[in-house]
C-alpha cells in the first residue's frame, strides 16, 4: 500500500512541482557537463602551455563543484521543505486515519528515492549529449585541433555527479524524517489556513525605510567608484559590501509599503479594471518574499558581474595579447658576464638562421641616473625604500629604441638635444613615475642637464611579456655615449625563418633549455615567444568563461527556482480568490493578464535592482581585472543579457504557465 501510494503522490508531485522536478534535472545536467570538461579535454591538442592551464582548470573545477555541490543541496533541501510544508494537510489526514509517523516517513523516503533515480538518470542522459556540444566549446575556447573528436562519456564525471547528489538526497530524506517527527498533528491540520503576515503596513514608514535604502545603496555605489581611492583596508571593503546587502534588504522590504502609497495617489489607475486586487496580490507576494528577493536579486548582481568579467576579460586579453607580443620571440640577459645573447648562441651551436629580421639592442646603467632621481614626491605617498631609490634605471639610446618601436608597433620618439623620455607600461610604475615626472627633474648625465620631454610616461617595451611589467626605462639623445662598463642589458627580438608549428611548440619547450642548458652561467638567457603568449591569453580566458558560466549558471538556477515555487505554491493558495473574481463575473482573459502583472513584477524587481547593481559593480570588476579598453564591453554585456534572459526568463514563462493552470483548474 505503501508504495502504490508514494508512486501515486510521486506523479502528483511531478505534476504540481515540474518546476522542482525540472531543477533537479537541469542542476544534474550542469553538474556533470562541467566535470565533464576535463575528459574532453584530454582528447585535445594543445600546447605544452595551454595543457598546463588545463590541467589548472581541472583543477579548479574539482573544487568549485564542491561549492556548487552545496548550492544545488541547499536548493533541493530548500525546495523538498517547501513541498514538505504544502503537504502538511495530507499528512495530518493520514495521522488522523491511523497511520504512524514512521510510514509517513517511509512514504517520503520512497518518494524521494523516485524523485532521485529518474531526476538522475534523465538530468545525466542530458548533460552527456550536452557534453559533445560544451566539448566543441571547450575546442573553440582553446583554438584546439579537434581531429580527434569522438562522442565520449566521462565515467569520472558520472560517479561523481552520483555521489554528489546521492547525498543531497539522503540529506533530504534526514530533514523530512526529522521534519514528521517534531510536527503536532494541530499544526498539521491547520497548515493551510495559516498566511503570510505583512512584514510592513504603515507607509509612511515604507517611505522613509525606501528612501533610507537608497541613500545606503548610493553612499555604497560611490565609495565603491568614485570614491574608491579612499578605501585603503580590506574593513572598508567589506563595510561597503554589507552596506550593499543592507540596502537590499530594506528595498524588498520596503517597496511594498512605498509602492502600494504611490498606486493610492493614482484612484484612476488603482480602480481601474481587477487592478486594486491585482496591487493587493503584488503588496502581499513583495511582503512574503522579502528574503528571497533581496537573495535573488544578489545572486543575479553576482552573475552578472561574473560572466561579464570572464567574457570582457577574453577580449581585452586576447587584444592586449596582440599588442605587447607583436614579433615571433623576444630575449633579454645581463651583460655583467659580457657575453651578448649572440655570442650564447654560437657558443650553444644554436644556429641563428632560425631567425629573421633580427634587432639586437644594449641598454646602459649609470650610477649618475637612479629611480630616487626620478621620483619627486612620489616617495612619501608610494612608501618607497631605499632600495628601489637607490636602484640605476636602464638607459638606452633614441634611434635605438625607434628600431625597437618600429618592430613593436609602438609610436617612435624624438628628442632634443637636452630632453630625456620616460618609458613604462606596468601600472604601478606608471603612477610613481608619472608623479614624479611632473615636478619636471633634472638629470645629469656625462656632465649634460637633460629635462623631461613629458610629463607623463610614454607607453612601451623592450621584451615581449604576457602583462604590461615593464618598469621604466630611460631614452636618451644618440649624443649621450657611454662606456663599455656601463652595458646593462643585451636585447634580441626576431621572426623565426620557419614559422611553423612543429617549429614554434619546439621552441616554446626546448630553448630555454638549449640556451642555458646547465653551465654554471650566472647570467641566464631569458625569453617570451609570441605563441606563449597568445597560448596563456586564450587558456586563461577559456578558464575564466567556463568557471564564470559554471558559477553564474548555478546562480541563476537557484534564485529563478526558489522564485518560481514560491509563486505557483502562492497561485495554489490564492486559488478561492480567483475562484470568487470569476463568480463576479470576471473573464479568464482577465484574471491571466492579472497573473502576468503579478508575477512579471515578483520577477522583474530583483532583476532591476541587480542591473542597477552592476552598473556599478562592472566598473569595479573593469578596475580589479585592470581592464581598461571598453570595446569588448558591448559584446560581454549582451552574451550576459541572452543567459540570463534564457534561464531567468524560461522559469518565468513555466512559473506564469503553471500558475495559469491552476487558475484554470
Given amino acids: 500500500m505503501l508504495f502504490r501510494l508514494s508512486v501515486k ?5 511531478i505534476r504540481d512541482y515540474s518546476i522542482y522536478f525540472f531543477t533537479m534535472i537541469l542542476g544534474i545536467a ?47 533541501v530548500y525546495a523538498s521543505r517547501f513541498m514538505l510544508k504544502k503537504r502538511k494537510m495530507e499528512f495530518g489526514v493520514y495521522l488522523t486515519l491511523g497511520m504512524s509517523r514512521v510510514k509517513i516517513a517511509g512514504i517520503l523516503w ?42 565520449v562519456i566521462s565515467g ?61 545603496l548610493g553612499y555604497a555605489y560611490y565609495n565603491v567608484t568614485a570614491g574608491s581611492k579612499n578605501l585603503a583596508s580590506e574593513y572598508q571593503v567589506l563595510t561597503q559590501v554589507i552596506l550593499g546587502i543592507v540596502g537590499t534588504l530594506l528595498v524588498f522590504w520596503s517597496f511594498a509599503g512605498f509602492f502600494m502609497w504611490i498606486l493610492g495617489k493614482m484612484p484612476k489607475v488603482y480602480y481601474k479594471k481587477i487592478n486594486s486586487f491585482v496591487f493587493g496580490e503584488i503588496s502581499n507576494k513583495l511582503n512574503s518574499t522579502v528574503v528571497s528577493c533581496s537573495v535573488i536579486c544578489l545572486l543575479i548582481f553576482m552573475t552578472i558581474c561574473i560572466l561579464f568579467s570572464a567574457f570582457a576579460r577574453k577580449d ?57 632621481d626620478l621620483v619627486g614626491d612620489a616617495v612619501e605617498s608610494w612608501k618607497l ?59 645629469t648625465i656625462k656632465g649634460q642637464t637633460y629635462y623631461p620631454k613629458e610629463t607623463t610616461c610614454q607607453d612601451g617595451f623592450l621584451m615581449m611579456n604576457y602583462s604590461p611589467q615593464n618598469q621604466g626605462f630611460l631614452v636618451v639623445p644618440d649624443s649621450v655615449k657611454f662606456t663599455e662598463e656601463e652595458q646593462g642589458k643585451n636585447y634580441f627580438i626576431a621572426d623565426y625563418t620557419k614559422d611553423t608549428k612543429a ?58 527556482a526558489v522564485l518560481s515555487l514560491k509563486i505557483l505554491s502562492d497561485a495554489a493558495d490564492s486559488k478561492g480568490k480567483y475562484q470568487i473574481l470569476q ?24 532583476v532591476i535592482l541587480a542591473v542597477i547593481h552592476s552598473i556599478f559593480g562592472i566598473q569595479v570588476c573593469m578596475n580589479l581585472l585592470s581592464i581598461y579598453d571598453t570595446k569588448g564591453v558591448g559584446p560581454a554585456l549582451l552574451l550576459t543579457v541572452v543567459l540570463i534572459g534564457i534561464i531567468y526568463g524560461g522559469y518565468y514563462l513555466v512559473s506564469q504557465l503553471g500558475c495559469e493552470k491552476i487558475v484554470k483548474e
Fill in 583 to 606: 463568480k463576479l463575473g470576471c473573464n479568464q482573459k482577465e484574471i491571466c493578464r492579472g497573473l502576468r502583472k503579478q508575477n512579471g513584477t515578483v520577477f522583474l524587481l530583483p
Fill in 385 to 443: 625604500g631605499e632600495e628601489y631609490l637607490n636602484q640605476k634605471l636602464e638607459i638606452i639610446s633614441a634611434s635605438a629604441y625607434n628600431q625597437a618601436a618600429q618592430k613593436y608597433h609602438l609610436p617612435a620618439c624624438k628628442l632634443e638635444e637636452n630632453q630625456y623620455l620616460m618609458v613604462a607600461d606596468m601600472e604601478g610604475a606608471v603612477g610613481i613615475f608619472n608623479k614624479g615626472l611632473k615636478e619636471n627633474p633634472e638629470l
Fill in 110 to 151: 520512497m518518494e524521494t528515492i523516485w524523485m532521485g533515480v529518474i531526476s538522475l538518470a534523465a538530468g545525466l542522459v542530458i548533460g552527456m549529449g550536452l557534453s559533445q556540444l560544451m566539448s566543441l566549446v571547450v575546442s573553440y575556447l582553446f583554438q584546439a585541433d579537434v581531429s580527434r573528436f569522438v562522442f
Fill in 30 to 76: 550542469v553538474f556533470y557537463i562541467f566535470n565533464a570538461i576535463e575528459t574532453q579535454t584530454a582528447m585535445m591538442e594543445v600546447t605544452k602551455t595551454k595543457a598546463a592551464i588545463v590541467d589548472m582548470m581541472n583543477g579548479v573545477m574539482d573544487g568549485v563543484s564542491i561549492f556548487v555541490s552545496f548550492i544545488l543541496g541547499y536548493l533541493i
Fill in 9 to 13: 503522490n510521486f506523479k502528483k508531485s
Fill in 156 to 216: 569520472k564525471a558520472v560517479v561523481k555527479s552520483i555521489v554528489y547528489f546521492l547525498i543531497i538526497y539522503a540529506v533530504v530524506m534526514i530533514f523530512n524524517t526529522i521534519a514528521i517527527g517534531r510536527t503536532r498533528l494541530i499544526d498539521f491540520m491547520t497548515a493551510g489556513k495559516k498566511k503570510e503576515r505583512n512584514l510592513l503596513k504603515n507607509p509612511v514608514v515604507s517611505v522613509v525605510i525606501f528612501l533610507l535604502a537608497c541613500g545606503i
Fill in 316 to 372: 581585452f586579453k586576447e587584444a592586449e595579447a596582440e599588442k605587447l607580443a607583436p614579433v615571433d620571440i623576444s630575449m633579454v640577459k645581463d651583460l655583467e658576464d659580457g657575453k651578448t645573447i649572440e655570442e650564447v648562441m654560437k657558443e650553444k651551436k644554436i644556429s641563428q638562421k632560425d631567425f629573421q629580421d633580427v634587432l639586437t639592442l644594449t641598454t646602459y646603467q649609470t650610477q649618475e641616473v637612479t629611480q630616487g
Fill in 503 to 560: 617549429f614554434r611548440e619546439e621552441v616554446d619547450e626546448k630553448f630555454y633549455e638549449r640556451m642555458n642548458g646547465k653551465s654554471e652561467n650566472g647570467f641566464p638567457v631569458y625569453f617570451t615567444t609570441q605563441s606563449s603568449v597568445h597560448d596563456d591569453t586564450i587558456g586563461s580566458s577559456a578558464m575564466y568563461i567556463f568557471l564564470g558560466l559554471y558559477l553564474g549558471i548555478c546562480f541563476l538556477i537557484s534564485g529563478a
